[in-house]
């Protein structure tokens, strides 16, 4: 469904910055219907690897196929009509405030030029797949975080997209509504057989939702395969420092004082307020 | 003396309020897509055009550094080109237009930068075209700081109106000057100066009004 071959990504050198290598010939296979997770700290390039499949970001070389086109090659006109086809979902929900959430899920379809009907067609199932029905004329600044990463989810889906990008979207939750956002996200795969590509920095995402996993560190995915083969056998020092800091968190979540996850909560509280 | 005050007042008044009403709307129907490209236009934005930021960024920045009076006499060959002659109130409105055109640009500018940069990436990623992320995203949510902003340069525009007053264009600067300070009238200074109050005020307020109803960030 989606391969990328060699993808380089360098940022020329700016005034007070040097040239940065953000990807280093990455190669990576996502079949139909999988959910990939790709995991890595701050700064490893997985942001950028994921926005260099929907051409947010040009790959420097290389190739991203998706679905059989080399997506690289597509002129700025054809651009817009690709992205359409598949959603993505953001760690800060990147909600329009002026908007209510159907208007928000409707957007892509007002996007694609969608007539009334057909946007209510397909905005008023998602509401409750995503469990808003009663939150329909609501504005985002109204909404929880977690109920903000819903509407974000069923903007993603409603233009009924093959893939779903992923963009660290439960670092700015707490625990609970972190589950519940990955269970939702499992059973749309299920339910839709979407393709889904994770970003994340948290071992437990992965473990919760992805088939796979490639961890990357400095611009290079350095060990790739299966969920339960990694966290079985973590070869690369990378993922094994990424597995010990998951085992610090479970075991800091017994204590309730200052943990890492309370910290994350803590932003995920500053994020739905600007929103 | 309130019954022959009161319709030159009413008078001037209206005057006041067709100078900035017309000026406000040209220089919108002018400024807004100006401040749009001035906002979009940078380097990696949506209109990628550096020859636009070099040549419209400083003409905006010398239109509004020269003193509006000055402005005004200026530009009186252009504004008799326009409309003919170079007094009254239809004459008035071309300076007022001309110096309220850079204002509300770099108003708009402003307004649609304080847009968070991730609703552009979110409505490209959804496939919006350029000119879409504009017209979808970005003014809509940048409305509340727009309409706060054509709120300030209509009340800045009175104040202006009232300075063309002294080169001959009628309204309540014209009326103080004449009656208040040159007839020796403290009366009429002292009604000039009120009315003056009350129309902004009121233009603030329903300004205001109209920002909150637009603002849906804070419910």
Not at chain 1, 219 to 231: L, N, R, S, T
Request: proline share 4%.
């Amino acid at each position: 469904m989606i391969r990328l071959s060699n993808v380089q990504k360098t940022y020329a050198a700016r005034r007070g910055s040097d040239e940065h290598v953000a990807l280093h010939g990455i190669n990576l296979d996502i079949a139909a219907g999988e959910i990939v997770g790709v995991i890595g700290r701050s700064g490893a390039g997985k942001s950028t690897l994921i926005r260099c499949i929907n051409l947010l970001e040009t790959p420097t070389s290389g190739s991203v196929t998706v679905d059989g086109t080399d997506v690289t090659t597509l002129s700025k006109r054809d651009l817009p009509l690709f992205r359409r086809q598949l959603g993505m979902v953001f760690q800060h929900f990147n909600l329009l405030s002026s908007r209510t959430v159907f208007d928000n899920i409707a957007l892509p379809l007002e996007l694609a030029g969608a007539t009334k009907a057909e946007i209510a067609k397909a905005v008023d199932p998602l509401l409750p797949l995503v469990g808003l029905e009663d939150k329909r004329d609501r504005y985002p600044a109204e909404l929880s975080g977690g109920q903000k990463q819903r509407v974000g989810i069923a903007r993603a889906l409603s233009s009924n997209p093959k893939v779903l990008l992923c963009d660290e979207v439960t670092s700015a939750l707490d625990p609970e509504t972190t589950r519940q956002i990955l269970t939702l996200l499992k059973d749309i795969n299920k339910r839709l057989g979407l393709t889904m590509v994770v970003i994340t920095h948290e071992m437990a995402v992965v473990k919760a939702l992805c088939d796979r996993v490639a961890v990357m560190d400095a611009g290079v995915i350095v060990e790739e395969g299966a969920v339960e083969g990694i966290f079985a056998d973590p070869k690369h020092a990378t993922t094994q420092s990424l597995l010990a800091d998951e085992f610090m968190d479970f075991r800091a979540g017994s204590d309730a004082n200052s943990t890492p996850k309370t910290n994350t909560n803590t932003s995920g509280v500053a994020a739905g307020q600007e929103g | 003396m309130f019954s022959t005050l009161a319709p030159i007042l009413l008078q001037a008044t209206g005057e006041t309020l067709y100078m900035v009403a017309v000026s406000l709307t040209i220089a919108t129907a002018f400024g807004l897509p100006l401040g749009v490209l001035l906002a979009t236009s940078g380097r990696g934005e949506l209109f990628e055009a550096l020859w636009f930021q070099r040549v419209f960024g400083p003409l905006v920045n010398a239109t509004r550094s020269v003193p509006f009076i000055i402005l005004a006499v200026a530009i009186i060959p252009f504004t008799r080109f326009v409309v003919g002659t170079s007094i009254g109130t239809s004459a008035a409105i071309v300076p007022l237009t001309v110096a309220a055109i850079p204002f509300i640009a770099r108003i708009i500018e402003g307004a649609m930068r304080e847009v968070d940069g991730g609703l552009i990436e979110a409505a490209q990623a959804m496939g919006a075209r350029p000119v879409q992320v504009v017209t979808k995203v970005l003014l809509p949510e940048a409305l509340p700081g727009i309409i706060h902003g054509l709120t300030l340069t209509a009340v800045t525009l009175i104040g202006y109106s009232a300075m063309v007053g002294a080169v001959g264009a009628g309204g309540l600067g014209d009326l103080g000057i004449r009656y208040g300070y040159q007839r020796f009238r403290p009366d009429v200074m002292a009604a000039v100066v009120i009315t003056l109050i009350v129309v902004v005020q009121v233009v603030q307020s329903f300004g205001d009004y109209l920002a909150r109803k637009a603002d849906k960030r804070n419910i």
